[in-house]
């Protein structure tokens, strides 16, 4: 019986050192699992920070986009606009071009009828200063045959 206590008192004995240990991993385990836990929330605190901070970058970035899409439009509107003016300053500047050339035509045959016409009349005004001098001529005869007849 002696033994049998022994035996149970060394029994008892390693329970309890097994139960120290074990109580001792326990304790570490726990600490680990509280050091774990920790780091998961703060973990988890910056990915919330850092997910608010992204959402709003996005924010920025589309009211940003937007803003720059509102400008790009306004200034496409400008250069239609702007475009347009140049198309009609140009459609009214080749009508111009050719009422220009139009006239410049009109001009030239102008011109042309006028020369044919001048070099008419000097053709005439030839004819008729030959004929003056025929004339003239013709009573200087008719003079000295009268003076003579006198």
Known sequence: M???AKLSEEKAQRAMVDAARLAEEL???QDLAQGLER?????ESQVKDMQARLDEAEDSALKGGRKAMSKMDTRIRELESELDAENRRMA???KN???SERKIKELTYQQDEDRKNHERMQGLIDQLQGKVKTYKKQ???AEEIA???L
């Open 2 to 4: 002696a033994s049998e």
């Open 27 to 29: 304790r570490g385990e």
């Open 39 to 43: 780091d998961r929330k703060l973990l």
């Open 92 to 94: 009214d500047a080749q």
């Open 97 to 99: 071009l050719r009422k």
């Open 139 to 141: 009573i200087e005869e």
């Open 147 to 149: 003076a003579l007849n």
